[in-house]
């Protein structure tokens, strides 16, 4: 990879829209093979960003998904206007979800989306607020 | 194991990714949990499902999945066909049921995602 070059991406994440749900995840995958990061990390960024703009596009009134690409690491920030989570260790238990029917039957909502992005990510940080919305932050090194 | 084997042990359709035939399928997963996917799977696994939603592809495409068999008889739409086809991810169509087709790989020696690596 180049050495020093920094890369900002930036998307807006839209509530409800499955049609278009991964897209940003997706881009932001082809923008780190394209610059030549290992593909096992890469795929451990591509998932923990999925899952995290799942529930940006599940949970959330809508969001916006930042990537940070350093050449030694990559940051990926979301932050969302929605309901929050009342309890956090809570929604960090494996299995525990409050997402509907309709998502579990997309295959999601199971209960694993927070605790796959946490292990995946060398650094995790959440943050959230009753009636204001939640800020997730991930870095995983290179 | 060959894409191709796991057609003919299958007796699948190739839906769509005919060029992508001659890939190694190096372990099988069959679930329609996406996140377990994502959670639990090795890259170049082959993904067994019965759902036929766009998130599958989503699924297939962050996880690196060497391809994707729907169950049952099941056939994805033409949004789903097309967004496989950008990402190179091959499908096929089995009228088996997923405990048949699992039962029937696992038969000729495919095993686990979840025993090739590490941890789960």
Redesign the interface.
């Known amino acids: 990879m180049n050495t020093g070059q920094v890369i900002n991406l930036e998307y807006e994440l839209t509530a409800l829209n499955?049609?278009v749900?991964?897209e940003a995840?997706?881009k932001t995958?082809r923008v780190l093979q394209q610059i030549g990061v290992r593909?096992?990390v890469i795929?451990c960024i591509?998932?923990s960003?999925?899952?995290a703009e799942?529930n940006v596009i599940i949970h959330s009134l809508g969001g916006i998904m930042r990537v940070v690409v350093f050449p030694d690491r990559t940051e990926i920030t979301f932050e969302d206007r929605g309901p929050g989570i009342a309890d956090i260790n809570l929604a960090m238990q494996e299995g525990y979800s409050t997402a509907p029917d309709y998502v579990r039957e997309?295959?999601?909502?199971?209960?694993?989306?927070l605790?796959?992005m946490a292990?995946c990510a060398d650094q995790f940080d959440i943050q959230s607020e009753v009636g204001v919305g939640t800020k997730v932050m991930m870095m995983i090194r290179h | 194991m060959k894409f191709i084997e796991v057609q003919q042990v299958l007796d699948a359709e190739v839906v769509s990714g005919i060029e992508c035939i001659d890939r190694e399928v190096f372990a099988v997963c069959g679930s329609?949990?996406?996140?377990?996917?994502?959670?639990f799977t090795k890259?170049s696994t082959l993904l067994l499902?019965g759902?036929t939603?766009?998130?599958?592809i989503?699924?297939a495409?962050?996880?690196?999945l060497v391809g994707i068999v729907f169950v049952r008889g099941k056939r994805p739409g033409p949004?789903l066909i097309k967004l496989a086809d950008i990402k190179s991810i091959p499908l096929l169509v089995t009228k088996h049921s997923l405990y048949e087709s699992c039962g029937r790989l696992y038969q000729k020696g495919m095993k686990s995602c979840l025993k090739m690596g590490d941890e789960p």
């Open positions: 499955f049609d749900a991964g995840s997706s995958k593909t096992d795929r591509a998932i960003a999925y899952e799942m997309m295959g999601f909502g199971a209960g694993m989306g605790p796959n292990r | 329609d949990l996406m996140s377990d996917v994502l959670a890259e499902t759902l939603n766009i998130q599958v989503r699924t495409e962050m996880s690196d949004e």
